[in-house]
Structure formats: structure tokens, C-alpha cells
């Protein structure tokens, strides 16, 4: 009787002491295994990561940086100015310096003057069936001294309702006296240059300045003008007025050639070593995954292995 309720007393005592730690270790590995086997935390942090770098990656190439600069120069390349006088004749074309613009030439007479210009006679870009006629001039290119040119123009009475003429800024004037086909020339400028008037019985002062836009892929020449307006006091007899007078001078705003440059501020070797230092994460994260798993199953067979040792003692 003795011998049996001291080996009952060594069975509760080995129960209480193996069993309920055994239990505490088991729920232990159980959710450390849980947790650190599956590496799902660590994995899904290091994802959204990758998904947020190749994101602002391709905002960044996709939407680049405008940088502006101003460029000085002494004088510009000589610009195209092509005018449309329609009905309008041509009295006087010259350059002059300083702002300084001379009387006005007398009605109906031709003056010489020292321009260069050409005629260019080709078919309307967006109408097969219309000819357009362009007096090209050859623009100012000193704005140290501030050249200008002054041209007039008288036309006969009209049935039009308003009376304006039209004209075109396009780069250099070169480019249409070299071209071996003006009238393509022609009209693909004005397929890419906008159009502008100034009325008659004023002068109009064409103040241009230059911007150049440099992308990706091309580059671009823009021609952007202030322009101010002046009423001409005609003095002249009232059978005289029936010729109606246009005022136009073109000149150099400042010295200044504005520069627009497309700046992609992505930077892919910098893109390329976050992508790096996720994957490797991953890869860190996949790897201690793995040891971990292994570790807890070595660890519980050798649990497993003990409690089977000390259940054959009990028994024994």
C-alpha cells in the first residue's frame, strides 16, 4: 500500500511538472511559427515598397521637370515675317535704329527701300483649291541697337466690313530663301506657326521675343509678341482718304532667348538599388522563414522524443 501511493505521488508530481510547461512551449512554437514560418509581415511591407518605388519611377519619366533659363545674345538670326497684304500694295520697307521711325511716305508712291523679301505664291494647307500669296521679309537681328522695321501699305477702297492685314513669324529667314521647295515650305509653316493682323489707320508695334523648348524627342521654336497700338491722325484731304494706310514696325523685345528644357528627374540606378535592397529582403525575410520552420520542427521532435522517454519511465 505504501509503495503504490508513492508511485501515484511521482505520477502527479511528473505531470504537474512535465506537462503543463510541454503545453506552454507547444502554444509557444505554435505561434512563433505562425508568425515568423510564413514571413507574411515582412514580405507584404517590402512589396508595397517595390510597388511605391517603380510608381514615382514612372510619374517621374513620365511628367518631367520644366527647367527655364534666359539666354543673352548680342543679335538673333534674321526671322521670316510674312505678310498677306491681299488687295494692299507696299510703299515703303526699311530698317531703321534707336526707335526712331520717319514721316510717313507721300500716298501712292513706291519708296525703295533697303529690305529683303521675296514672294512666295503657294497653295493654301487646309484648302486644296486656294492660293495664298506671301511677301516674306527678312526681319531684324541687331537688338543691341534696337533695329526695327518699318513697313506701310495703302489699300483702295474695300467691300470688306473690316479691314486688316495678316502676317507670320517663323525662325529664320534662311530656312525660306535656301528651301528648294518654298511653297512646302510655306505651308508647313504655317501648319506649325499661328497667325496675326494689324489694322489699318493705326500703327502697330510688334515687340517678339523667343522661346525654345527643348523635349525628349524634339525641339520647338515659339515666337511670342507684345504688340501696342497707335492711331493714325490722317491729315490728308477727304478724296485722299479713300485710300486707306497700315502701320506695322517689328522689333526685338530684349536680348533674351528663353530656354525651356524637359528635366526627367527619375534617376534608375537609384530606383534600381531600393529594388535591390527590397529583394534582398525578401530574400532575407524567405530564407529566416525557412531555418525558423526547420529549427521549430527539429525542436519539437526532440520535445516529441522526450516526452515519449519519460512516458516509457512512467510506465516502467
Known sequence: MLRRETSQSYQEFNDDDG?????????????????????????AGAAFLAYQTISDFMEKLNHPVMSVRYKEV?????????????????????????????????????????????????????????KKQALVVQGPTDVQDRELIFLQFSQNETEEDFSAISYMLFAKYKDMSRSLDKQKFMRDCERNYSMWTFSGGFRTWVKMSLVKTSGRRNESVEFRQESSVV?????????????????????????????????????????????????????????????????????????QKGKRSRELNQIS
Open 74 to 130: 548680342d543679335e538673333f538670326d534674321s526671322p521670316g515675317i510674312a505678310l498677306y497684304p491681299g488687295k494692299a500694295k507696299l510703299l515703303s520697307c526699311r530698317h531703321h535704329y534707336h526707335d526712331h521711325i520717319p514721316p510717313r511716305v507721300s500716298l501712292g508712291e513706291f519708296e525703295e527701300g533697303d529690305c529683303t523679301m521675296e514672294e512666295v505664291t503657294y497653295t493654301d494647307p487646309y484648302s486644296n483649291y486656294t
Open 231 to 303: 492711331k493714325y491722325n490722317d491729315r490728308r484731304p477727304v478724296a485722299e482718304k479713300t485710300n486707306e494706310l497700315f502701320f506695322v514696325v517689328f522689333q526685338w523685345r530684349d536680348p533674351f532667348i528663353q530656354e525651356v528644357k524637359a528635366i526627367v528627374t527619375a534617376n534608375p540606378w537609384n530606383t534600381f538599388a531600393i529594388l535591390c535592397g527590397v529583394f534582398m529582403a525578401l530574400f532575407k525575410a524567405a530564407n529566416f522563414a525557412k531555418l525558423s520552420v526547420h529549427w521549430i520542427k527539429k525542436i519539437r521532435k526532440r520535445h
Open 19 to 43: 506537462a503543463e510547461p510541454a503545453e506552454a512551449y507547444q502554444n509557444c512554437a505554435d505561434d512563433k511559427e505562425g508568425s515568423e514560418a510564413d514571413g507574411s509581415a515582412p514580405p
